[in-house]
């Protein structure tokens, strides 16, 4: 036990002195292990904090699925229902009903009925001068082409669904540049008394990734099978595009990075084994096998990538962050399952660049090294 000991300790010391004989290079080494354990964390925690907060983004743009009655047909009853307990959290589901009503002049015009804190939150990129409030009579949300026509100066209009007339107050006006400039919108609960409409539309925000929002497709046509559901492509197709185009720029870094750091640390570690051949010459005349020399380059490779990742790591979630602040306006959660990735990579690194200066080594003759050929 106290041979083993002392073995130990001796190892150690060993181990000590070959960072304090040439602390330059083994410093340069570590630093090059912190700058690219850094930068990966930096990237890894960047693109993962980025992937949640685009995905956040996109929902801003409104639905990304929208289901439809078949052949042009009213969803059916309690259909918002049955779709619910399938949507993953942070989705949003609001019905639309259309029906076509006629001003005094007998100009034919579409209506619709929503729920107005619910399109609130699907469409929040809608241009709308004031909301109205559903619980007031009359209330109404008005295209703004259709404003000049029947509201020119925010006063009430009327609109007639088969002759019977309603009174609407105007003044609240939307501005998208698309379809919906053309519409008045009404409180559902107004909109089916007058017309006796269901619900025609569901347009969804659904939470996740592209993978998840295909399982979700598919989960809703199961359901709804007498519905249909189809995503809007161009939402779904540009999430993807800025996911795959973030992902394979992370992927592109890294792995410039690694390679540099791999080569920079070889160039190092070979340096300084070829500085101190003498130093192992004279551990394998007093006996030390290629196993003990092999064990102790890797233990300090081992012990430099630990250090180094941890450091990396640290530094790599502080960039992220003031990255995230100065470009996104908004912070990142720290990634804790980066950790263990970058630190056993920093290893994986340390240790692969130290395959030449061990090959270096076992040619290493003791006898012909200490005679100085």
Known sequence: MKAGGQRRSMFLRMLLRAWLVQPGRMALAFLAVVIAASIVSTSFNLYLGSQTNLLSEFRNYGANVIVTGRDGGQLPV????????????????????????????????????????????????????????????????????????????????????DHRSIQLAGGSVLRTGGDEDQRVYLPMQEFIGRTGVRTSVIEIAVNGSPEEITATLRELSAALPEADVRPIQQMVDAE???????????????????????????????????????????????????????????????IMGVLGGCTGFLIGVGLAQWIARVNFHAGI???????????????????????????LLHRVEPAAMLRGE
């Open 240 to 302: 993807a595009r800025v996911l795959d185009k973030t992902h394979g720029l992370v992927a592109a870094c890294s792995t410039l990075i690694i390679i540099t750091t791999v080569l920079c640390m070889l160039s190092t570690l070979t340096s300084w084994v070829l500085d101190r051949r003498k130093d192992f010459a004279v551990m394998k005349a007093l006996g030390a096998s290629d196993r003990l020399v092999n064990l102790f380059f890797a233990a300090q490779a081992g």
């Open 333 to 359: 959660a720290t990634r804790p399952a980066v950790f263990p990735a970058i630190v056993l990579g920093s290893i994986a690194l340390a240790l692969a660049a130290t395959v030449v200066p061990l090959s």
């Open 78 to 161: 309690a259909a918002l229902d049955r779709m619910q307990p399938l949507l993953p959290p942070g989705s949003l589901a609001v019905e639309f009903s259309y029906a076509v009503a006629r001003t005094h002049r007998g100009q034919a015009v579409v209506v619709a009925g929503v729920d107005f804190d619910k399109v609130r939150q699907l469409n929040s990129w809608w241009s709308v001068n004031h909301w109205p409030r559903a619980d007031l009579p009359g209330a109404s949300l008005l295209g703004s082409r259709l404003a000049p026509m029947l509201s020119p100066k925010g006063e009430s209009f009327e609109l007639s669904f």
